[in-house]
């Protein structure tokens, strides 16, 4: 709720001050309030706004994304998006774990019930919802909690953000490859200059010259997907796929090992 109200009044502040909207708060606290109340604020927002029909980062999206993200549980944000998907459409969820050497006790057990919550959605939607397990080496018992989720959970691949403050070549991360290697498992990665990070300067952990080093030997068959396809730097400038570049990286790549791939997801004005 707290995160939830933060966006909302944040995008009430700088992108709608010109609308006709009046938030009332009629509790002490913020988190105190129903999330239905808060559902219908929402609601009652969203029609003021435009019709959502342009893609994009418009206040309809900031607001209409937050509203699905109150939803009660993973499984219900699933059947939302379902519902505007044709029947052979699958929707990959990739699990995020940002896990940090400060973190509270409490943020282990959000984390476990990202992982049941992933699970369960799965599980009731199968064929429709395909889960990846988000890894990060700094969890004390990040393989073991992997291994279960692959091979007792219904967990399909492995979600990596290496920009929450890990490098790719982590020693412990390369236990990862191997098993993933044996068990034919695939590993997708943040590969962009934007979204999250933990500092500035982790941004360069995704750049995919990292995996040059890497993808050798005994995990030259280890099937990578690097998300975003470099970014918008690479898609978005006429010299985007110049040397030099994260896409023209992960395409040398493409080219020279079998199980390397990309996508396009975040373009959406390619999509349009």
């Not at 938030?23 to 435009?50: C, K, M, N, Q």
Request: hydrophobic residues 40%.
């Amino acid at each position: 709720a707290g995160f939830g109200a933060t966006l909302l009044f944040e995008v009430l502040d700088t992108k709608l001050a010109g609308l006709p909207i009046i938030v009332t708060l009629r509790s002490g606290r913020l988190e105190d309030l129903p999330v239905d109340a808060l559902r219908r604020a929402l609601d009652s927002i969203t029609s003021a706004l435009e019709d959502g029909s342009k893609v994009g980062k418009s206040p309809f999206d900031l607001v209409a994304t937050l509203r699905i993200s109150m939803r009660p549980t993973i499984t219900d944000v699933a059947d939302e998006l379902l519902a505007q998907m044709g029947a052979d459409d699958a929707l990959v969820a990739l699990m995020m774990d940002i896990h940090g050497p400060d973190d509270p006790p409490r943020d282990r057990e959000s984390f476990l019930r990202q992982v049941h919550g992933t699970e369960e959605a799965a599980l009731q939607r199968p064929g429709r919802v395909l889960p990846f397990f988000g890894v990060h080496p700094d969890r004390e018992d990040h393989f073991e909690l992997m291994k279960e989720a692959i091979e007792e959970r219904g967990f399909l691949g492995v979600k990596l953000y290496p920009s929450l403050g890990y490098e790719i070549g982590h020693p412990k991360l390369m236990e990862v490859y191997r098993y993933c290697v044996e068990q034919d498992v695939p590993v997708l990665l943040h590969c962009g200059h934007g979204g999250f990070y933990r500092k500035q300067e982790y941004i360069d952990y995704c750049d995919p010259r990292h995996w040059i080093p890497v993808l050798r030997g005994d995990l030259e068959s280890l099937r990578v997907c690097f998300a975003h396809f470099g970014g918008w730097q690479s898609l978005g400038t006429p010299d985007g796929l110049d040397p030099g570049t994260w896409g023209h990286t992960i395409l040398e790549l493409m080219r020279s090992l079998p199980n390397v791939f990309t996508d396009l997801a975040y373009h959406t004005d390619q999509m349009t």
